[in-house]
């Protein structure tokens, strides 16, 4: 089992450059999470999704997309990318039960310039 | 919007010694989580708290909840080198997680 896995693992956009990070995961978990993370910072919750076809916002969604047309993936599309948009994303999945239980993936470092 | 803070936000301690993170949040949570992360990795899940007066315990690290207190802490036990990390507490209402600032913890020898 890989787990949960992201690409790009690294990227350097420029501001107004578009782009999408993908998260994959072979657990057969049912919700998926994008968060951000930055420096001194905790995570931070972009969207979510708990099951396929859906996804919902979470704390910081503005400028950000998502998209879950497959149980294993979960697309988060910068249409615009912006330098606040300089982060490190976590990707995050779980089983939809009591504990809600997080498996992260390795997490990528966009820097938009 | 559920906030959750932590404190210290960093801790040196000397191996063999004891020390309690803590972590405090605004309103209800259905549950509480601890996860550790490593400079430059991603985060490890620790524990998850379900129920008032949950108690978990893994090697060195011992987490508990008080809901009536809406506290959280994570104690560790006779410090190793190994456990230098970062420590995030989390809580959660409904499907949405809020984290907190983390607390850097640094062992020495």
């Known amino acids: 089992n890989a787990g949960v896995t992201q690409t790009p693992k690294f990227r350097v956009l420029k501001t107004g450059q578009s782009m999408t990070l993908l998260c994959a995961q072979d657990?057969?978990?049912?919700?998926m999470y994008w968060y951000r993370q930055d420096p001194g910072m905790g995570l931070r919750l972009i969207h979510y999704?708990?099951?396929?076809?859906?996804?919902a916002k979470g704390e910081v969604p503005d400028g950000y997309n998502v998209s879950r047309l497959k149980k294993q993936n979960f697309l988060l599309g910068l249409e615009s990318a912006a330098p606040s948009q300089t982060s490190v994303y976590f990707c995050?999945?779980?089983?939809?039960?009591?504990?809600?239980?997080?498996?992260f993936g390795p997490g990528t470092r966009l820097t938009v310039t | 919007e559920l906030k959750v803070e932590q404190n210290p936000l960093f801790l040196s301690m000397q191996e063999g010694k004891n020390y309690t993170i803590y972590c405090n949040y605004s309103?209800?949570?259905?549950?509480l989580y601890w996860y550790r992360q490593d400079p430059g990795k991603s985060l490890e899940s620790l524990f998850v708290?379900?129920?008032?007066?949950a108690v978990k315990q893994e090697g060195r690290l011992m987490a508990s909840l008080d809901t009536k207190a809406r506290l959280s802490t994570l104690h560790i036990t006779a410090a190793v080198h190994d456990l230098s990390a970062t420590y995030f507490c989390?809580?959660?209402?409904?499907?949405?997680?809020?984290f907190g600032t983390g607390t850097s913890l640094t062992v020495i020898p």
């Open positions: 995050a999945s779980s089983y939809r039960d009591r504990a809600l239980l997080q498996y």
């Open positions: 657990m057969n978990h049912e919700y």
């Open positions: 999704s708990v099951g396929e076809g859906t996804t």
């Open positions: 309103t209800t949570s259905d549950r």
């Open positions: 708290l379900l129920s008032n007066g």
């Open positions: 989390a809580g959660r209402t409904g499907n949405q997680f809020y």
